[in-house]
């Protein structure tokens, strides 16, 4: 208790909108089955995501040493995570008003739930748990590149709260990269968004060619409105995570 609650302080007094949702996760607190579903659940995603996966998730999926066998414990996760890119995956108690979640990216500290879905919503779930927040989002925390541009997102959003028109073309920035982005390598079409990453039945999809697939444009995703329960009709694909760095540069002059 003692080292998990300096822990907690710490990032609480890192933090000022964002505190009074940061938690502890109590990893001894999952029960064998939750880690069965864990299992099952990354084992049911990795074949895929060997081959069509960008090669940054794959290689941080490694780093911050995620396990296919059982739950993520998020402290062995951060200190594996922090020394190559500062980041920390920082449980939190759900949902985030856009103020403190934008706070919590900015300081380089990803907002993760700790709850596990049930069996009963293997494939898909309305809130994110900590498969979507963990599996899907944070081995790309590891990349330096990727790790910047989030940071950078963070500061950028937390500048804009007084401006919901230029937030609304923001999240459609976040959506469009961060959850559903898409990346050309080796000459094809490899994901790295953690709706992507996370959900089996909307990434077999989309490598299908059952959604356009559009050169990522700046101004096209600004303006580019979508439906969050929806399956994406149309999405982007990028060069390389420098763009995407580029592009939120580029949206803070248009916007701010
Ligand atoms: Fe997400």
Known sequence: MGIATSTLSLAQSRLQVAAPYLIEQTWADYTPEQHAIWAELVTRRM????EHACREYLDG????GLREDKLPNLSEVSALLQPRT??????????????????????RMFPTTTWLRSRDSMEYTPEPDIFHDVFGHV??????VFANFLESYGKICA???????ALERMGRLFWFTVEFGLIRQDGEIKVYGSGLISSHGECTRVLAGGCEVKDFDLDAVLNQEFETSEMQPV??????????????????????
């Open 139 to 144: 081995p790309m925390h590891a990349h330096p």
């Open 159 to 165: 500048g804009l709260m007084a401006r919901p028109d």
């Open 47 to 50: 074949p895929q995501l060997r």
């Open 86 to 107: 500062g980041w920390q995956s920082t449980p939190v108690s759900g949902f985030l008003p856009a103020d403190a979640f934008f706070e919590m990216l900015a300081a």
């Open 235 to 256: 999405l982007y694909a990028v060069e390389s995570f420098d763009q995407i760095y580029e592009a939120t540069k580029q949206a803070e002059m248009r916007l701010g």
């Open 61 to 64: 999926f490694h780093q911050i």
